[in-house]
């Protein structure tokens, strides 16, 4: 209703009461037969109570969620209205004079007295109509709406038949709607659904209102059907009224009895209930949990809220338990409203410990009395406040990966219902944890990836990216690692103008041990070819660097090759190294002469097995330096690559550039490995023999790279 | 990938060690742990089987060499034998002959065995 209506409603209803009041007084004092004017005045009073009606409507529609508060409002108005006619009656001056079919009032005051009341108690009325309505319709089914308008029509039928306007007649006719509605607010007051859903505290506040609602509605009944000063007053004022309020009232006595006794019996239940709604909520809120997998800290701490949530505990924490390499560790990564010291105090038990119970059994353990249990005496007087105690294990494939604990300060305080809602709790948490996990590795996984990217690149550095050039030698290499780095190692010393040192190298292993060697190993390279001249002195020398660094299993294979460019001349000495590989005019050769790999044994064998090998070399040789990448790459069926092959391809090759003749053999090992690509690392250097002199040695840009 | 097996059986005064497949920084670790058993167990002559052994990487190697020195420490011995040639090319080109004593057959190492234990 708009504001407007409502104030013409207040208006109009004000205009006709004042000459509802008006006709009274003339009744007074004249005897007005006419029932014309009293037919008028009926319909005038019927107009307002509609007019009241239809405000208070208004107001009333505000939802069954406070259905304790409506009634609450009912009471206090109900209680109201009862001491103003209680208040009235006892007003000095007021009175009925007695005789006749009905009484008449005294005076001109009782008779304005007489409206007050009766329009006190005639609004009330619609307010207890309007306040059942809501309660009744409540969860309402296919009948309740039938039932309870069915008692509207009864009502106001039978204050329709008791208007004065008809006769005597129709007075059985309003005896019998009286008796069916009675009837009526038996059947509608077996609608107390709304009782259930009451918290346990509005429940006990319902015991409270609906045993004074029933009071005052009873008093006012009785006060009605008998002769007082209320009766009188309302029977004055409006006969129909008085049927209606009396009928209201009895339906407020009957229904509020009937609440008072619903609720009596649902108050033992209503801890359950409640408890169980909000395990019912809480279990729904589960996949809040699953959002919250990208922080930890925020799911663990809603975890432990939870369990306090559907167990109804004091306290709760969850512990994590890590695989570490120094075995299992069990962390407190929540904890709420519970000391860390309590933890430590209750765990650390010298017999007995909740967690270690759990670990063992990956069980739910449950102590209903810490202060008598056996198990947890010790823990008695020390002012833990924990008097029941309830610890679930989370359990992912098979492996126990934490722990929920709950506790409570009563004895007795779980039962196996919390045990249950809290093992169906842990394992969702389980879940949200691991994810939660997974998504740290993986994060972690990428960071390492970058990581590696980066050692690659320095790696790369590592490597020479200038090849010597000079007219005596054509010189290519390449170097790939199968992982991101890799333990191939290749590089050019320039000894004076007219020497230059080749140098390959393969540490044992792969990946990022084996790169840190093969750094190492560039360092002893560069340093140690600038103190001899002798390819085996320098292997023996490194061997002795390096027998002292590396780790017992790994060892270094390498060969060195010292080049004179003036006369073609090669010395070279292999330290457990692939035998270098030599395409000339006349034979293809593989060059191998004896020699233990690096780091295998101490000085004195490794410098008895170690020999050198001298050549020299004619315009157009072809020489291969490789690791065992090369000839240890396998095809889709495991078969290898093999020495026969690679000296095959380049017997083929050797008349082009030395570049071309290592894409030569590169692109036919790509293509030998197929799709997965070689496993090893892979390194090959070429060097083609050109023979003339040179004037000096210089280096060139290379594009070894990629 | 190719698989590795290690089977493991105890000769008189040796443990033989018979290597199957391939042999490479993946399977290394399961060579390791055989090796690691012998050792707790105080089996210091053992004789290592290559017949079946298809494929040894620089990794495979590395677990020789891994426990030669305590193997040698406690006055006993690794023995290779029945080596195929691609896998004896690989253990000659790292000079393991000059380390390491290998024999033809099982029967050749265990004679071996049993002159040392007489000697010592």
Known sequence: ?706 | MSEFKVNHRDGEGFSVLELKGYLDAHTAPDLETTFQKLLTDKKFNIIVNCKDLTYISSAGLGVFMAYIEDVRKNRGDIKLTNMSPKVYNVFDLLGFPVLYEIYKDEQEAATKFRQQMKKG
Not at chain 1, 64 to 88: D, H, N
Not at chain 1, 625 to 638: C, K, L
Request: glycine share 8%.
């Open chain 1, 1 to 706: 209703m708009s504001r407007i209506k409502k104030a013409a409603t207040l208006i109009v209803s004000g205009v006709l009461l004042l000459l509802v009041f008006m006709y009274d007084v003339v009744r007074l004092t004249v005897e007005l037969g006419d029932t014309g004017f009293l037919f008028l005045r009926e319909l005038a009073v019927v107009a307002v109570m509609v007019g009241a009606f239809l405000l208070m409507r208004d107001y009333a529609r505000k939802g069954i969620g406070a259905a304790i508060k409506e009634t609450g409002r009912l009471l206090i108005v109900m209680v109201a209205s009862l001491v103003v006619a209680a208040g009235t009656g006892m007003l000095a001056g007021i009175g009925f004079s007695e005789g006749g079919a009905s009484s008449m009032p005294q005076n001109s005051v009782t008779a304005f007295f007489s409206l007050v009341v009766s329009l006190v108690v005639g609004t009330a009325s619609i307010q207890t109509i309007l306040t059942i309505k809501e309660l009744v319709y409540h969860k309402r089914k296919r009948g309740t709406r039938r039932n309870f308008l069915t008692y509207v029509v009864l009502l106001l039928a039978t204050a329709g038949f008791s208007l004065p306007v008809f006769s005597n007649d129709l007075a059985i006719l309003g005896t019998t709607t009286f008796v069916l509605a009675v009837i009526m607010i038996v059947v509608n007051s077996f609608r107390q659904n709304w009782i259930v859903f009451l918290s346990r505290r509005e429940k006990i506040y319902c015991i409270i209102y609906s045993a004074l609602l029933f009071g005052t509605f009873l008093a006012l009944s009785l006060v009605l059907s008998n002769r007082t000063f209320l009766q009188k007053a309302v029977l004055f004022f409006s006969v129909p009224l008085e049927r209606f309020v009396l009928l209201n009232s009895m339906y407020g006595a009957v229904y509020f009895g009937m609440a008072f006794i619903t609720t009596l019996f649902h108050l033992p239940t209503a801890e359950a209930y409640e408890r169980k709604q909000s395990e019912l909520s809480s279990l729904h809120n589960l996949g809040r949990l699953v959002t919250q997998v990208f922080d930890f800290n925020d799911l663990v701490r809603t975890v432990t809220h939870m369990t306090r949530e559907v167990s109804g505990a004091r306290s709760a924490w969850l512990e994590l338990i890590r695989q570490e390499p120094a075995g299992m560790r069990v962390e407190v990564v929540s904890a709420n409203n519970i000391d860390e010291s309590v933890i430590r105090t209750v765990m650390e038990g010298t017999e007995f410990s909740p967690r270690q119970f759990v670990m063992e059994s990956k069980k739910a353990l449950m102590i209903d009395d810490v202060g008598a249990d056996r198990r947890t005496r010790h823990l008695k007087g020390r002012g833990l406040s924990i008097g029941s105690l309830l610890s679930v294990p989370l359990v992912s494939h098979g492996s126990l990966v934490g722990i929920l604990h709950a506790t409570k300060e009563i004895s007795y305080g779980f039962d196996q219902d919390d045990s249950d809602v809290l093992t169906t709790l842990a394992d969702h948490v389980t879940i949200a944890i691991e994810n939660a996990r997974l998504i740290e590795q993986s994060l972690e996984r990428e960071r390492l990836k970058q990581e590696l990217m980066v050692a690659r690149d320095v790696q790369k550095r590592l490597l020479p990216d200038r090849f010597p050039e000079n007219p005596a030698m054509d010189v290519s290499a390449h170097s790939e690692p199968s992982l991101e780095v890799g333990g191939d190692y290749f590089d050019f010393v320039h000894l004076d103008e007219q020497t230059v040192g080749i140098v390959v190298g393969d540490v044992s292993g792969k990946g990022v041990s084996a790169a840190f060697y093969m750094a190492e190993v560039k360092g002893i390279f560069q340093s140690l070819s600038k103190m001899t001249r002798s390819p085996r002195e320098l292997l023996i020398w490194a061997n002795e660097t390096l027998r002292e660094n590396l780790e017992r299993k790994a060892f270094i294979s390498a060969v060195y090759a010292v080049f004179e460019l003036a006369t073609g001349r090669v010395v070279l000495a292999r330290a457990g190294h692939c035998p270098m590989v030599l395409i000339s005019r006349r034979s293809n050769r593989l060059i191998r002469p004896n020699g233990l790999g690096l780091g295998l044994t101490d000085g004195e064998l490794f410098e008895q097995s170690t020999e050198e090998t001298v050549l020299t070399l004619a315009e157009g040789d072809v020489c291969l330096f490789y690791t065992d990448g090369i000839t240890e790459a396998r095809n889709g069926e495991g078969r290898e690559f093999g020495y026969d092959r690679l000296v095959e391809l380049a017997t083929e090759a050797k008349d082009l550039p030395a570049m071309e003749i290592q894409n030569r053999i590169l692109s036919e090992i790509g293509a030998y490995c197929g799709s997965s690509g070689p496993e090893d690392d892979l390194t090959l250097v070429v060097v083609k023999w050109l023979g003339k002199r040179p004037k000096d040695s210089k280096v060139h840009q290379g594009d070894h790279h990629e």
